[in-house]
Nanobody, 115 residues
Framework: QVQLVESGGGLVQPGGSLRLSCAAS????????VGWYRQAPGKEREFVAR???????KYADSVKGRFTISRDNAKNTVFLQMTNLKPEDTAVYYC?????????WGKGTLVTVSS
């Protein structure tokens, strides 16, 4: 069983930046499904960004060019750098890891984009 703990959320003004972190309780190198999802108030959870099994990155169209997913395998940590944030980015952000699909989920970290 792997525990995932997200951090780095908070209140930010439109146009601002945040960096989310996801710390895993064990090694993340064996997972081929590593990514981020989000759930906005009153909406369904949606995909944000992920690593492909080949190590490439994929992004939702709504965040492409603004968000960057990265990882530090030595620290068992995955990051989501978010820039040029918009009010519609307001959501709880979840880290996921697994084999082929998200098997493990963190409890999420809240990002609020508001002036």
């Amino acid at each position: 069983q792997v525990q995932l703990v997200e951090s780095g959320g908070g209140l930010v003004q439109p146009g601002g930046s945040l960096r989310l972190s996801c710390a895993a309780s064990g090694s993340i190198t064996s997972f081929n499904a590593v990514g981020w999802y989000r759930q906005a108030p009153g909406k369904e959870r949606e995909f944000v960004a992920r690593f492909t099994p080949g190590g490439l990155t994929k992004y939702a169209d709504s965040v492409k060019g603004r968000f960057t997913i990265s990882r530090d395998n030595a620290k068992n940590t995955v990051f989501l750098q978010m820039t040029n944030l918009k009010p519609e980015d307001t959501a709880v952000y979840y880290c996921t890891m697994g084999w082929g699909s998200p098997d493990y989920w963190g409890k999420g970290t809240l990002v609020t984009v508001s002036s």
